[in-house]
């Protein structure tokens, strides 16, 4: 695949800005599902 | 005229369905060259289907306010024998052998279907500017983009082509056009309504919801849609209400809870002043307002990019080495999509359920929060960004930035009619509440429509 500026510029960007985030997901100790299905315990 | 109208009009005889069908095909047949809001009408189909209709009611067989009434479908809804392109060159052969849910429901009720609505293409945009098939073009002003990407249903609503739309919403596609085209629009909680049989964009994150031109009207679609489809595995079990508001609804105790932080930043100030009016309004009909800080939406934000990049590449490969049929605006997105790492994906995942415990702390003190539901009110088709407050921005990110992050928590959203800007464009007013409490938000919604004539206005040049 032939990867543009375009492309990649904004993605950069965009993980850079997750990355920012990533103390905080750090934090997360408990088990999450692979999905989370918003309301897939509350509701059943 | 709106559904529950129209419902009262064929039980006093006043009209048929196909009075009221043959009535929305003139305005298609009328409006569709300067709108382009119709990818497909099947307006021999919907004649046949309203005069059964019209025979059930002369028989004494009342399915409900739906009964005999017109509506259209975003062309990404799959219909038995109905071409469903999604607007993209990728399904353009695609002739469903079965319906999906969502119109298995509506049909049942007695929906006449007068075609599918045109859309930004594969539901990936905001503008329904198609490079396949043209762009939409706003009734409120034709140089102007309609929202998406159900622009061709929020269209078809603003300009009398059809009494409801439906449309799907990954991050803001049915909010949008709603405000763009002073529609109502009800983006449900995730789990609430079907997505069997839709073609997806984000598997977590799609929502399916009617364009109408109220909130009751939208309420009285919910009814018929809302509920548990073993098809359909993440729909919920959570008991359907009864959405219909009442005619006289008081909003005394109602707690109305106003950002104090995002939502109010880098607005148009036509867009903030008309959602501040609409608060205020609330609370002159008696709710409490509340200022409350909400989490950190931009980082939500980002969670919902980098979740909806990863998803619709997955949905988009399936049809790979088709690249070069997809407008370019997609072929980046979905090149990006699949150049995101699967740990960044499983950590965007994660973070979502922090957020949502997060904001369901907000909620232990508020009903609903409102917001603008946009920015600004629509921009000329073909700009790629919209300046605010001297700031240049991206115009699909500018655009969903009150919106996207909500369809990360799943929680029900409206927009409603709130005003117009300076330009003469519609704004709107977002509404979002805890998840299944479609019941509270519509009621509220419903009193400010009672109370303002925005939802009456119709484009200037109908």
Redesign the interface.
């Known amino acids: 695949m032939n990867v543009s500026e375009k492309v990649t510029a904004p993605l950069e960007a965009l993980e850079s800005q997750f990355a920012a985030l990533k103390p905080s997901i750090d934090r997360f100790a408990e088990p999450v599902s692979m999905y989370v299905l918003p309301f897939e315990g509350d509701s059943k | 005229m709106t559904i529950l109208e129209a419902a009262a009009a064929l039980r006093a005889k006043k009209v048929s369905s196909r009075e009221l069908t043959a009535e929305c095909l003139r305005v298609i047949d009328g409006g569709n060259g300067a709108y382009n809001a119709f990818l497909n009408v099947t307006g021999v189909s919907a004649l046949r289907e309203a005069a059964a209709f019209d025979g059930e009611l002369a028989r004494g067989i009342d399915r409900g306010p739906l009964h005999g009434i017109p509506i259209a479908l975003k062309d990404l809804f799959c219909t038995r024998g109905v071409a469903t392109t999604c607007a993209s060159l990728l399904y353009k052969d695609f002739v469903p052998d079965y319906d999906c849910t969502v119109w298995e429901k509506l049909s049942g009720a007695g929906c006449v279907m007068l075609g599918k609505a045109h859309q930004h293409e594969l539901a990936y945009g905001v503008t329904s500017n198609n490079p396949h098939y043209g762009p939409v073009r706003n009734p409120w002003n034709v140089e102007r983009v309609p929202g998406g990407s159900s622009g061709g249903s929020g269209a078809a609503v603003t300009a009398g082509m059809t009494f409801m739309a439906m449309g799907s919403d990954t991050g803001g596609s049915i909010r949008v056009p709603a405000a763009f085209c002073n529609t109502f629009g009800l983006k449900p ?3 609430r309504v079907s997505k069997f049989g839709v073609l997806p964009l984000g ?2 994150l799609d929502h399916m919801g009617p364009l109408t031109r109220s909130a009751r009207d939208a309420a009285v679609c919910l009814q018929v849609m809302a509920g548990r489809d073993n098809r359909d595995e ?1 729909t ?3 008991p359907v209400d009864n959405y219909l508001p009442s005619e006289a609804i008081s909003l005394k105790g109602v707690r109305i809870g106003v950002p104090s932080n995002y939502y109010f930043d880098r607005v148009d100030p036509d867009a903030a002043n008309a959602a501040r009016k609409m608060i205020a309004l609330a609370a002159s009909l008696g709710a409490t307002i509340v200022d409350v800080t909400v989490p950190d939406i ?2 939500l934000n ?2 919902a ?2 979740i909806l ?1 990863c998803e619709a590449a997955t949905v988009l490969n399936q049809f790979a080495g088709r690249e070069h049929e997809v407008g370019a605006d997609i072929r ?1 997105l979905w ?2 999509g ?3 790492p699967a740990t ?1 994906y ?9 957020f ?1 415990d997060a904001f369901l702390r907000v909620f232990d003190s508020v009903d609903v929060l409102a917001t603008p539901t946009t920015p600004t009110g629509a921009k000329k088709i073909g700009d790629p960004t919209v300046t605010i407050e001297g700031v240049e921005e991206d115009f699909r990110l500018a655009t969903t930035r009150f919106m996207r992050g909500i369809n990360v ?2 929680f029900p959203a409206t927009s409603q009619p709130s005003g117009f800007d300076g330009e003469g464009m519609p704004l709107g007013l977002q509404l979002i509440a805890r ?2 409490a479609e019941k509270r938000l519509l009621e509220v919604a419903a009193a400010l429509e009672d109370a303002t004539d925005f939802h009456l206005h119709t484009p200037p040049s109908l």
């Open positions: 909680t995730f789990g598997y977590t993440t919920s079990f959570a931009a980082a980002t969670v990019r980098i990049l980046v090149e990006q699949l150049l995101m960044e499983i950590n965007a995942q994660r973070l979502r359920r922090h949502r928590l799943g998840p299944f």
